[in-house]
């Protein structure tokens, strides 16, 4: 069956723009999780939406918001970019609530400049 | 609050050349560990989940065991293929979201 895919792969942004990140997760997957990666922090967690409802929030500025959708596809979006939102942003799916075991996609590489 | 620190940073072994991982946590009631393997430029790859102290699971080179403290991933004679960085995660009995280690680059060299 299909893994979790994310679009689009590479983004390159500017300063103070705002940006759209998109996953579609394995079907039948309700739950969706989004992280960010950093060489210095490593994986850390953003939010996990369960049945388009969001059910944990991580330690990120309010800048940093998603939805998911009817179809569990999930969005994130981060306005007012910051040089220190370059970084690799993964979702993963699971089946049902947070800790089940999670499929994550290939993730999308954000450059802010 | 949940914390997990993985080591060796870095590894560096020969083919066929047996070690260990280690992934030692702190957490408030442990539901479950994770162990995770991420390529360059992919995202991780699920491997293991443990739920308690002493349980053990294996597929191919790779074996994970988990005491109350700490979990360790086994690699027996690797191979070059199994060059990858290894990710360990806990989360809790209040359903909290995954807190990741930085996770060990382990080279295999041929």
């Known amino acids: 069956k299909a893994g979790v895919t994310q679009t689009p792969r590479y983004l390159i942004k500017t300063r103070g723009q705002q940006v759209t990140l998109s996953c579609s997760p394995i079907?039948?997957?309700?739950?969706v999780s989004w992280y960010q990666q950093t060489p210095g922090q490593g994986l850390q967690f953003l939010f996990e939406y369960f049945s388009e409802t969001q059910r944990n929030k991580g330690n990120f500025p309010g800048r940093f918001s998603g939805r998911q959708f009817s179809n569990s596809r999930s969005e994130m979006n981060v306005s007012t970019l910051e040089l220190g939102d370059s970084a690799l942003y993964l979702c993963?799916?699971?089946?049902?609530?947070?800790?089940?075991?999670?499929?994550f996609g290939p993730g999308t590489r954000l450059t802010v400049l | 609050e949940d914390q997990v620190t993985q080591s060796p940073e870095a590894l560096r072994l020969q083919e066929g050349e047996s070690s260990s991982l280690n992934c030692s946590y702190t957490v408030s009631g442990l539901r479950g560990l994770f162990w995770y393997r991420q390529d360059p430029g992919k995202g991780p790859e699920f491997l293991f989940t443990l739920y308690s102290a002493g349980e053990e699971k294996e597929k191919e080179r790779l074996k994970a065991t988990l005491t109350k403290k700490e979990s360790f991933l086994h690699i027996t004679a690797p191979k070059p293929e199994d060059s990858a960085t290894y990710l360990c995660?806990?989360?809790?009995?209040?359903?909290?979201?995954?807190?990741f280690g930085k996770g060990t680059r382990l080279s295999v060299i041929a």
């Open positions: 993963a799916s699971s089946l049902g609530v947070l800790a089940d075991e999670q499929f």
């Open positions: 079907s039948g997957h309700r739950s």
């Open positions: 995660a806990v989360t809790d009995s209040g359903n909290t979201p995954l807190v």
